[in-house]
C-alpha cells in the first residue's frame, strides 16, 4: 500500500499492525502545494488497488464544485460534504447509512473542521478504518490555523506525515514555499481581515506562496 507524492515519490507506510486500528496519513502544506491532488491521486490509486474508498469535504470548501473535490490541474474526484461544525456526523450518521464499510477515508480541506474532528478521526481509527486528512496548518498571516495538528498525536507508530511545499513566488526566488500570503485586487491582505475568503477563478483573490525570506509579514513584522 503506497501514498502518491509528487515527483514519483512513494511512502510505503506499511509495518507490522499491533491492533486493528487503523492507520492515519496526514498531509500538510501551503496553498498551491498540492495537497488536494494527492488526495485526488492516492485515493484513486487504492480504489484500483480494491480498497472501499469514501471522500469527504467540508461544505464550505466552495473552490471546488459542489460533491466533488478539484486540485489546481483540474482532476476531480466524488466528495460527499459535511458540515464543518459536526465532523462527527461522518461517524454517526453519514457512515452508517453506507452500504459498505470503508476501509478508507479521505478528508480534504481538513482546517476548515472544528476541534471535533479529532474525536471523529480517533473514532474512525478505533473503528478500524484507515483515515487520509489533508489540509493547512497556518493562514495568509503564518497564525496557527485550524485543528489538523490535533491529529498528529493519533498518528502512533505506524502512521505517516508528508510535508508539502509550493514553489516560492517571489520574483526570482528558487526557494519552497511554506507560507502564502494573499492579495485581493492587487493589494495585500492585513492581519486583521477574515481568515477563511475562498479563491477562485471568478475573484481577484490570490494567495502566492512565499518561502520565509520572502514572506511580507515576516520581512515586514506587523506591529499594532
Not at 138 to 167: E, I, K, M, T
Not at 178 to 196: A, M, Y
Request: proline share 8%; glycine share 6%.
Amino acid at each position: 500500500m503506497v501514498i502518491y507524492a509528487p515527483n514519483s515519490v512513494f511512502i510505503n507506510p506499511t509495518q507490522p499492525k499491533p491492533s486493528n486500528s487503523g492507520d492515519l496519513v496526514v498531509v500538510y502544506g501551503s496553498m498551491k502545494s498540492g495537497k488536494t491532488g494527492i488526495v485526488i491521486k492516492t485515493a484513486k490509486l487504492y480504489r484500483d488497488d480494491g480498497h472501499a474508498v469514501f471522500v469527504v469535504k467540508p461544505t464550505c470548501d466552495t473552490r471546488s464544485p459542489k460533491n466533488c473535490i478539484r486540485d489546481r490541474d483540474g482532476n476531480e474526484l466524488q466528495a460527499y460534504e459535511i458540515d464543518p461544525n459536526r465532523p462527527l456526523d461522518l461517524v454517526d450518521e453519514v457512515l452508517p447509512k453506507l452500504p459498505y464499510k470503508p476501509t478508507w477515508i479521505f478528508i480534504d480541506e481538513a482546517q476548515f473542521f472544528s476541534k471535533e474532528i479529532y474525536d471523529a478521526v480517533l473514532r474512525l481509527l478505533l473503528g478500524g478504518i484507515n483515515v487520509f486528512v489533508a489540509g493547512l496548518t497556518n493562514d495568509f498571516v503564518g497564525r496557527p490555523f485550524g485543528h489538523l495538528c490535533l491529529l498528529f498525536p493519533l498518528l502512533g507508530n505506524n502512521g505517516s506525515v508528508v510535508h508539502l511545499q509550493a514553489q516560492c513566488e517571489y520574483p526570482k526566488c528558487t526557494l519552497k514555499a511554506d507560507f502564502h500570503q494573499r492579495t485581493i485586487g492587487g493589494v495585500l491582505s492585513v492581519p486583521e481581515d477574515p481568515v477563511v475568503v475562498i479563491d477562485n477563478d471568478d475573484t481577484q483573490i490570490v494567495y502566492s506562496p512565499r518561502c520565509r525570506d520572502h514572506f511580507s509579514f515576516f520581512c515586514n513584522p506587523f506591529t499594532k
